[in-house]
C-alpha cells in the first residue's frame, strides 16, 4: 500500500529532552512537510522541502529541525529550545512544489506529550 | 497576511438532511483551495481541491463552490450520515510568489450527525 507512516503515534518526552518525529513515503513524492495541530487550531506549518539535501523554514521553526538525506524520509527533531511541543504533529507530502495543481496527502499524525 | 476563517465552529444535524459549510479567506489571490477532512486523532484526507479558475468541484453527496473575488468557499454536503461526522477544514494556496507552497489553513467546523 502506499501510503504516509508516521511513528511513534504517541511520544512523551521530560523537560529538556530532544526528541525526533518519524516520517515515511512511498508515494514517490518530491515534496514533503511537517505541520503542527494545537487544539481548537489550523495547521501551522514548520519546515518543508522540495527536494532531497533542501528544506525551508516555515512559520513556527524555531525550536525544530529536520533533515532531508532521502526522498523518502523526513524526520522531524523537536529540540529543547521549542518552549511548548506538546502538541499534534503532523507530516504531509506532494508530487511537486510550487503553484500547481498538487494535493497534499497526509499521514496518520504522532502526539506529543511533554510531561 | 492570508486569514482563513470558518464558521461556525461546530455544527450538529439529524441524518438526513443537507448543510452547508462556510469557509472565508482575505487574500483573494489564491491559486487553490482545498476541503480536507479530520478524524478525532487522525491525520487528513483530501476531500476536493478548486482551482482558482473554477467554481466548483463535486465527489459524491459533497459538493464544493468558490467565489474567490468574494473571498469564500462553501461545502455542500447531501443528505449527511453519521459517517460524515468529522472536523471539515479548508486551506487555501497563495497564487504566487515566496511562500507559494504554503497552505494557511482554517481552524475547521466539527460536524456532528445525529441518527
Known amino acids: 500500500d502506499g501510503g504516509i507512516t508516521q511513528s511513534p503515534k504517541y511520544l512523551f518526552r521530560k523537560e529538556g529532552q530532544n526528541v525526533t518525529l518519524s516520517c515515511e513515503q512511498n508515494?514517490?513524492?518530491?515534496?514533503m512537510y511537517w505541520y503542527r495541530q494545537d487544539p481548537g487550531q489550523g495547521l501551522r506549518l514548520i519546515y518543508y522541502s522540495q527536494i532531497v539535501n533542501d528544506f525551508q523554514k516555515g512559520d513556527i521553526a524555531e525550536g525544530y529541525s529536520v533533515s532531508r538525506e532521502k526522498k523518502e524520509s523526513f524526520p522531524l527533531t523537536v529540540t529543547s529550545a521549542q518552549k511548548n511541543p506538546t502538541a499534534f504533529y503532523l507530516c504531509?507530502?506532494?508530487?511537486?512544489?510550487?503553484?500547481?495543481?498538487?494535493?497534499?496527502?497526509f499521514g496518520p499524525g504522532t502526539r506529543l506529550t511533554v510531561l | 497576511k492570508q486569514e482563513v476563517t470558518q464558521i461556525p465552529a461546530a455544527l450538529s444535524v439529524p441524518e438526513g438532511e443537507n448543510l452547508v459549510l462556510n469557509c472565508s479567506f482575505t487574500d483573494s489571490a489564491i491559486y487553490n483551495l482545498q476541503w480536507f477532512r479530520q478524524d478525532p486523532g487522525k491525520g487528513l484526507t483530501s476531500l476536493l481541491l478548486i482551482q482558482s479558475s473554477q467554481r466548483e468541484q463535486t465527489s459524491g453527496r459533497l459538493n464544493a463552490s468558490l467565489d474567490k473575488s468574494s473571498g469564500r468557499s462553501t461545502l455542500y454536503i447531501a443528505a449527511s450520515q453519521p459517517g460524515d461526522s468529522a472536523t471539515y477544514l479548508c486551506a487555501v494556496r497563495p497564487h504566487s510568489g515566496a511562500g507559494s507552497y504554503q497552505l494557511t489553513f482554517g481552524k475547521g467546523t466539527k460536524l456532528s450527525v445525529i441518527p
Open positions: 508515494l514517490n513524492h518530491d515534496a
Open positions: 504531509a507530502s506532494s508530487v511537486r512544489q510550487g503553484p500547481s495543481t498538487d494535493t497534499q496527502y
